[in-house]
C-alpha cells in the first residue's frame, strides 16, 4: 500500500521548511519558551517528560499481521486509525502548523524522506535538528516516504478512539504514518522515525541499531548499543575520535551511517570536566534546551531535576568540534554493548565470543534510567530491553539478532559488554562506576591494547575480563572484591543470573545451542 499523506483543511495555515534560527525567533514570539542566559531557547513538556510506552499503537492489517512482533506491541485496527486520523483533520481545522521535510539516514542509497507537521515552533526545531535537514536541491522533488503528525493540543477519547489513555503514538507501518497526540515530550517524534526504520530497514538486509558511534583516525569505527543513560552519548563523544552520531545508526553494505542528523543529550549532572563535547554544544547559542531548570539569572541549572531527571539538549550535529561530515563511516572494528548493572555485579568490561555477544544483545540487560518513561520513580529499576531498545523493534528480536551476528562475523568484529552502572553494591549501597575508569577501559579496548592484557574467565558469565589495565584501579575490575560483604555479593549474582534465564526463554526457541550454552552458569544452581 502507498504512503498515506496528511493533508490538513485549506483554511488551515501550513508554515513550511522555516529555518532553525527562524523556529527559535517564533518560538520566542509565540511564548513557547525563554531564552538562555547562553543563548540557548527553554522549553518544558508538562506532564510527560519521558515517552508514554503504554499509549503506542501499532495497526494490525494484512500487512502487519505475521510481520511485527506482537507480543512487545499493543495493536489497533485500520478502522481505528483512520477515525483517529479524520480526528486529527477536524482538529487542525483553522489552526497553524509548522511543516519540515528532512531526511533519515545519511547513506544517500537508504535514505528516507521524512515530513513532519508540529503545533509548536520548537518542536519543528527539534526536529529539524535531530532528522537530517536537507542539501541544495534536494527539496525541488521532496516526495515523503514516511510522516509524522505530532498535536499536542489533540487529546484522545479512551472510548472513542479505543486507546488506554488522552496521548497516543499510533502507527501504521504499511501506509507510513505516525501520529502523536497528548505530549508535547518532543523525543517522540525522533522514535517514531527510528521505528519505522527498525521495521523496514532488515528487509534490505540492513542492521538499525539503538546505539551511538564513533570513528578513529585510521578509520576504526565503533557502535556503542545502550538504552537513554547507559552512556551511549557521553563515550561516543570522545575528543580522541570523530563523532558519527549518539543513538540511532544503520549498518548496510557501504558500512554504518547516521539515522540523524543532531545529538539528544541527557543534560542531568553534565559538566564540562566529565563531558566537555557535550557541555559545549549544549551551552551553545540555538541549543534547545528541554525541561532543563533555569536560575533567576537565566543560566541553565543542570543539577537541578524538579521538572525530570530527563532534561535534555537538543543541538545540531555541526555543534559538535569533531563531529563526521559525512556522519558514515566504514564497517566497525568493535562493537560495544553498554549495560547499567543497578546490582553492582557485572565488571566495567568483558570480551564477548560471538555466541555470548548474540546472547547478551539478545537479553539487553541494563536498567531503565528515572524520567526517560512516564511513571516511573526516582530510582532505576533493573530490565531486560531486547536488542537494546525494545520499544522500538517492531519485528521479533531474533531477526535482528541473526542479522548483527551474520555482520559480526563477515567483518570479524570484537565484542564488549560494558558496565556503566554500579560498583562496590547494587544500587543505594555501591557506587556509580568512575566514569574515567570506563573511558579508559573503552578506549583501551578500542585501540586494541586489551587484546594484549591477561584475561581471566568470569566464573559466572563466562566471559573474559582484564586483570588489570594501567590507570584503573585493579579493584573494580573484580567487581565481588569491592563488596564489603563477598557472600552478599554472590547472593546478589544468584539471583542475577536466575534473572538472565528466565527472561532468555522466550528467546531459547529461536537461536543455535552455541548460544543457549552462552548462559550464566549458576542458573541450575540459582534454581
Known sequence: MSAKRFTPPATTKLNLNHTSDELFDLAVQRGEGKVASTGALAVETGEHTGRSAKDKFIVRDAGTDSTVWWDNAASMTTGQFDLLYNDFMTHVDGKELFVQDLFGGADPAHTLPVRVFTEYAWHAMFIRYLLRRPEAGQLENFAEEFTVVDLPSFRCDPARHGVNSETVIACDLTRRIFLIAGTSYAGEMKKSVFSFLNYVLPTKGIMPMHCSASVGDAGDSAVFFGLSGTGKTTLSNDPTRQLIGDDEHGWSENGIFNFEGGCYAKTINLSPEAEPLIWKATNAKGTLLENVVLNADGSPDYDDISLTPNARSAYPMHYVDNASETARADHPKNIVMLCADA????????????????????????????????????????????????PFMARHPSEYGNLLRKLIAEHDVSCWLVNTGWTGGKYGEGSRMPIKATRRLVNAALSGELNGQEMRIDPTFGFEVPVALEGVDASILDPRSTWADPQAYDAQAAALVTMFCENFQIFAPHVDDDVQAAAPSLCEAAE
Open 343 to 390: 546490582f553492582g555485579v557485572l565488571p566495567p568490561i568483558a570480551k564477548l565470543s560471538p555466541s555470548q555477544a548474540m546472547y547478551h544483545f539478545l537479553s539487553g540487560y541494563t536498567a531503565k534510567v528515572a524520567g526517560t518513561e512516564k511513571g516511573m520513580g526516582n530510582e532505576p529499576s533493573a530490565t531486560f530491553s531486547t536488542c537494546f531498545g525494545a
